[in-house]
């Protein structure tokens, strides 16, 4: 049985890769140290043999004993207010966590992917965002914590690849969404839901005139197995360029919701105004594009928003 270790294995995405994991029938060792994840998104993997949770922070030395063939990097706070309230966390895990994980790699001669993100885009100059486009990040700015941590993270990976030999693959994730996003993680898609089904005001930030381009975490999912098992050393975008202003994309919250009100805030510092993938290597090399609309993809993560949301009031037509 191949073994897995996924780190960040009890947030959003690292339980969704955990799940496939475990369906593809591998040993699968989930690390976590449960500061933004939640570890009931792993309670049912719990009763499974070929499941085994270690509540560790990667930012330490990382310690597993026997084989290991894949290492999925998938630990990091995410969200914008997540790593605003912990941006030392967040510098660490990106780049002492990675080379942590890149030792253990390298010991175990196991293949490594990193969750990277659009992120290294920053707010770009460039639309859509392809892979060969630099980026225009602040690195002082309230989001350099994070994307400065993971373009270190892409350079210190690349740099075990060169050096080392080691096998890396870097994926470039944009805009992700699905059932077991955090309620209180601030990101636009569970502040809308909860806030319609609530029967609040949905902030929007800035005018709404910025984009997004949002990609279901099955398609996601997809991606990421299909780099992992490619020969793929560059770094690919996944991601649905399906874009839309948030001003728009609220409308189809209160549509789906139904009837409610938005207001206006002041845009954080440093907001990306446009943010869209060009996934033409992704179509090339991996034969990989999405498959799950927005409207269908919406009407999943609302069925679950629907089990986590408390005081749901129907708010009619
Ligand atoms: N946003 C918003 N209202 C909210 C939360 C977010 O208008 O309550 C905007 C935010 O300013 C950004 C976009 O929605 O332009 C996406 O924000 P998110 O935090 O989901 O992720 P980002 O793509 O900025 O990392």
Known sequence: MKRVLITGAAGFLGSHLCDRFIAEGYHVIGMDNLITGNIANLEHLFPLENFE?????????VHVAGELDYILHFASPASPIDYLKIPIQTLKVGSLGTHN???????????????????????????????????????????GVYDEAKRFQEAITMAYHTYHNLET?????????????????????PAFFSQAMQGKELTIF????????????????????????????????????????????????????GNGTVSFHPLPVNDPKKRRPNIDKAKEVLGWEPKVSRAEGMRRTYEYFKTVVPNIQEVKK
């Open 53 to 61: 949770f270690h509540h560790h922070d990667v930012s330490n030395f």
């Open 101 to 143: 994980l890149l030792g253990l790699a390298k010991a175990k001669g196991a293949r490594m992917l990193i969750a990277s993100t659009s992120e290294v885009y920053g707010d770009p100059l460039v639309h859509p965002q392809t892979e060969e486009y630099w980026g225009n990040v602040n690195p002082i700015g309230p989001r």
């Open 169 to 189: 693959r870097i994926i470039r994730i944009f805009n992700t969404y699905g059932p077991r996003m955090r309620v209180d993680d601030g990101r636009v898609m």
């Open 206 to 257: 800035g005018d709404g005139s910025q984009t997004r381009s949002f990609c279901y975490v099955d398609d996601l999912v997809e991606g990421i197995y299909r780099l992992l098992m490619s020969d793929t050393v560059m770094p690919i975008n996944i991601g649905n360029p399906d874009e839309i202003t948030i001003g728009d994309f609220a409308k189809e919250v209160l549509d789906m919701v």
